[in-house]
């Protein structure tokens, strides 16, 4: 999307020269925050969404948000696939050990199966609702309503060029309107870090319901191994320090679920964001 901002400031400067010959209608249309209802006698005029219109910047839209979609998905089938192995190894290394048989932990063991139900559950309810929030910031991106980003870039500039009037007022306006539309580092890159911020804020909170979520199911699984362990009486040392060691075991799931989740899905958050539509790969982590 970066490098498209040249061709659509090319192209948003063949539209603001159209603009200007509209003089009779256009301190109104920039009244109107570029836009003015159509009648029987003119059509509807909409210059945000005509910016947004521009074809080729359009299509790598597109083409982005559809490559961010295709990419999110096995990401977080990976993170699912890596907490079940945690758990799979947590649990068959407790089940191999002789020492803690005699603790009768079946009943304990019993509860990794609804922790890994809970989470793949979890998951996949997670992953429709990613599906529905990256639609709502193409939508955000790509339509041009009241609060899109477009709208939002070009606010200012339509405020600044109504304050211009008297002699020589249409040409005055059309001059500086086009100056600061079609510029390099102006419209299209307020669009550009618009997108990228509500990427940062959504995945921001998604990171930390996943991480909390997470956490708690590992919290669950210690919390009931020390309350088998306390409802146990175990005497002989060998068993105690077995019994002891576990618990550290634990402990370290949890941390390594930690560093799970701040991994492979921080960087998924930040790959979506530094998409180039002429590297695919770029969306892909580990491939930088």
Known sequence: MMDDESHWVSEARVLC???????SRQLSIMKGEGYQKGTKRRPESNWNRDLLQIAEPRDNMEDYFANVLK???????????????????????????????VMGVETFLDSFVHERKTIVKFMNDFFKEMRSDIGNIQQDAMVASSNSHIAEAMRPIYAEVCQIKGRGGPDKRSAIFEKKVARVGGVWTSVRNGIEKEFSIRFGASLH???????????????KFNLMCNDTIVKDPKEKSKEEELRKQLQKQLIV??????????????????YKPEDPTSLVVGEH
């Open 209 to 223: 319901r996943i991480e909390e979520v997470a956490t708690e199911m590992f919290e669950n699984i210690h919390k």
């Open 257 to 274: 679920a930690k560093q799970l989740l701040n991994g492979p899905v921080r960087e998924a958050a930040e790959a979506c964001k530094d």
């Open 17 to 23: 020269r159209d603009w200007a010959a509209q003089t």
């Open 71 to 101: 990419t999110i998905k096995p990401i977080y089938q990976e993170l699912v696939r890596g907490i079940q192995s945690l758990l799979d190894a947590t649990k068959a290394k407790i089940r191999e050990d002789q020492q803690l048989k």
